[in-house]
Structures are given as structure tokens and as C-alpha cells.
């Protein structure tokens, strides 16, 4: 069955970088849309960034210029690339995959704090 594994988070000071990593096995990895999603406490879950099978991207509009997803399907993996982090970063990301049905990873916390 399809599995995703969330790995990279952790405490970072403010004005930080993180890097998280979402492994996939059991699905054919380049014909999905990945995604990150976030959720912080009280708040609903949010998209951060989206990448289609076509590598097109996008994202919410307070982590732009500060963040990129990627994707490499060679390693059935999709990246998060955080930098210039800011406390209202912090929360537990999720790792999506999409088509026709929707998968989820287990979540990382990635808190940012001085």
C-alpha cells in the first residue's frame, strides 16, 4: 500500500532553514501531485506548496521567496526547502500525494523559536 515518510524536522532559531523529506514507496511516485501541508494548534490544516507531476508548483503566499518544494522521482522523494523561518512557521507539516485519491504521511513538527 502507498506509504509516505516524513523525515527533517525539528527547532530551528528564527531567520533558520530546515529541509524536510517525504519518502513514497507503493505508487507509481511520478504520476502524482505531491504536497506539503501544515497545521499549527487551533488552526486548520493548510497547503503550503503543491508540485504537479509536470513539476509545476505552487504556493501559499506567506512562504513564497522563502520556500521550495521539488521532486525527485528517481528517489520517489519530494523536498521541502525552508529557509528565512518564522515562528508562524511553526507546526506539524504533512507530506500529501494526490491522484484520484489522497495519501498522507504521518507528519513532522518543525518548530521555529529562539
Known amino acids: 500500500q502507498v506509504q509516505l515518510v516524513e523525515s527533517g524536522g525539528g527547532l530551528v532559531q528564527p531567520g533558520g532553514s530546515l529541509r524536510l523529506s517525504c519518502a513514497a514507496s507503493?505508487?507509481?511516485?511520478?504520476?502524482?501531485?505531491m504536497g506539503w501541508y501544515r497545521q499549527a494548534p487551533g488552526n486548520q490544516r493548510e497547503l503550503v506548496a503543491r508540485?504537479?507531476?509536470?513539476?509545476?508548483?505552487k504556493y501559499i503566499d506567506s512562504v513564497k521567496g522563502r520556500f521550495t518544494i521539488s521532486r525527485d522521482n528517481a528517489k520517489n522523494t519530494v523536498y521541502l526547502q525552508m529557509n528565512s523561518l518564522k515562528p508562524e512557521d511553526t507546526a506539524v507539516y504533512y507530506c500529501?500525494?494526490?491522484?484520484?485519491?489522497?495519501?498522507w504521511g504521518q507528519g513532522t513538527q518543525v518548530t521555529v523559536s529562539s
Open positions: 500529501n500525494a494526490n491522484f484520484n485519491d489522497d495519501y
Open positions: 507503493g505508487m507509481i511516485f511520478s504520476i502524482y501531485a
Open positions: 508540485i504537479t507531476p509536470c513539476d509545476n508548483t
